[in-house]
């Protein structure tokens, strides 16, 4: 039973699991309009029953999707959490959990600017935390960074949960993950404090589809993502380049499962509160995601071949070790294989099930163009 002994406003818990609430529920969702935060929106919808509410948040004065893609389900109120007054928008009782996606990412920020990340991802936090102590949340899911074990990249390929820190001191990724450390800190100071759980996830690159609608960057700079330029050129019948040794690779994590395991720890008691590394538990070689890639998109009359290029560099060589999510959470990571996760991922470009949010926010929702 996904429920503690001490929550006096549940009942029972219904058919999907889930602690009926006494009276109306609140799960106040911080970074919804990000790409994690609209997977995760549509996740509880579908799975939470219909006497809970979800408050979607993000810096936008105005968005209407989340009103009108889910009536009498989801509200959306513009926070900016770097500014305290800004959560007085928010409903003042009955809030169950907070989920924290909010916050500055080098992967979203041309330049550098490290008052950016202090200001959203350490002080941002805190006022995060304020708002569940003053209404008296019972818990916190927080997005941690892979960046926080940057040094084991190249010594280690089973990453567990609780390895001390090795941060990176130099590079666009230095004070993003010591802003990143700083907040979780404050996470575990106000679970001591005032008893808010704190349930933490350590996220490595989580796979999903989306409208290619905002800029990437590293250091910085303009980029463009590597699997789906990939998935892209797979698409013509182009070829695709594999670098460095085709034998490393990486967990290979996609959306659905990260939002399973949030929603588990959204009702898991209070006793199994940390942090869990999100993955599979298994690690993917780079051979084999490209093998999935031509499998599931390249057209059957123009195969796309691999142009093997040991000369360039090799990606990182790691998986996550999910022993304990699944031990404590009852997590069951369902796409296990490149062939499942781009099968899926190609359902959801043909879908494309967030175009109403993308053209309301950017004017455009298609698809990925080279």
């Known amino acids: ?10 009942d029972k818990a219904n058919s999907k699991g889930v602690p009926m609430a006494k009276s109306k ?7 919804a309009t990000g790409t994690l935060g609209l997977y995760l929106i549509d996740y509880l919808v579908d799975h939470l029953p219909e006497d809970w509410q979800i408050v979607a948040t993000g810096r936008n004065p105005k968005v209407e999707y989340f009103e009108s893609a889910y009536p009498n389900k989801v509200i959306y109120r513009q926070v900016e959490i770097s500014n305290k ?7 003042q009782e009955d809030i169950y959990a907070v989920v924290h996606f909010a916050g500055a990412l080098p992967a979203y920020m041309e330049g550098y600017d490290p008052y950016q990340y202090v200001n959203s991802n350490v002080l941002g936090t805190l006022n ?10 019972d818990r916190i899911m927080y ?3 892979i960046s926080d074990y940057d040094g084991y990249f190249d010594e280690m390929v089973e990453l567990q949960d609780d390895m001390p820190r090795r941060l990176p001191m130099s590079g666009d990724h230095s004070v993003y993950a010591i802003t990143k450390c700083a907040a979780e800190d404050l996470c575990w100071n106000y679970q001591a404090e005032y008893d808010i759980s704190c349930f933490a996830f350590r996220l490595p690159n989580i796979y999903c589809y989306m409208p ?4 990437l960057y590293h250091d910085g700079l303009p980029v463009k993502s590597s699997y789906r330029l990939m998935i892209h050129r797979a698409q013509q019948g182009e070829p695709l380049e594999v670098w460095g040794d085709p034998n490393k690779g990486m967990d290979l994590i996609y959306v659905k499962d990260f939002c399973q395991m949030i929603y588990k720890a959204l009702f898991a008691g209070k006793e199994n509160s940390g942090i869990y590394n999100v993955g599979t538990g298994k690690l993917t070689s780079l051979d084999s995601l490209v093998d999935g890639i031509i499998s599931v998109f390249s057209p059957d009359d123009s195969r796309s071949e691999k142009i093997y290029c040991p000369e360039k560099h090799d990606c990182v060589n790691y998986y996550m070790n999910v022993d ?9 990571p369902a796409f296990i294989t490149p062939e499942l996760v781009f099968e899926d991922y190609k359902k959801e470009m043909q879908l494309n099930r967030f175009s109403k949010f993308f053209e309301e926010r950017y004017g455009t929702s298609a ?3 080279e």
């Open 1 to 10: 039973m996904f429920m503690h002994q001490d929550f006096n406003f549940f």
């Open 25 to 31: 529920q609140t799960i106040v969702v911080f970074g």
């Open 85 to 91: 007054q800004s959560f007085n928008s928010l409903p």
């Open 128 to 137: 995060v935390l304020e708002y569940a102590r003053t209404h008296k949340a």
């Open 143 to 145: 997005t941690q960074t």
């Open 212 to 215: 290619e609608s905002k800029t």
């Open 324 to 332: 304990k999510a699944q031990k404590k959470l009852g997590y069951a």
């Open 367 to 369: 698809a990925y163009e």
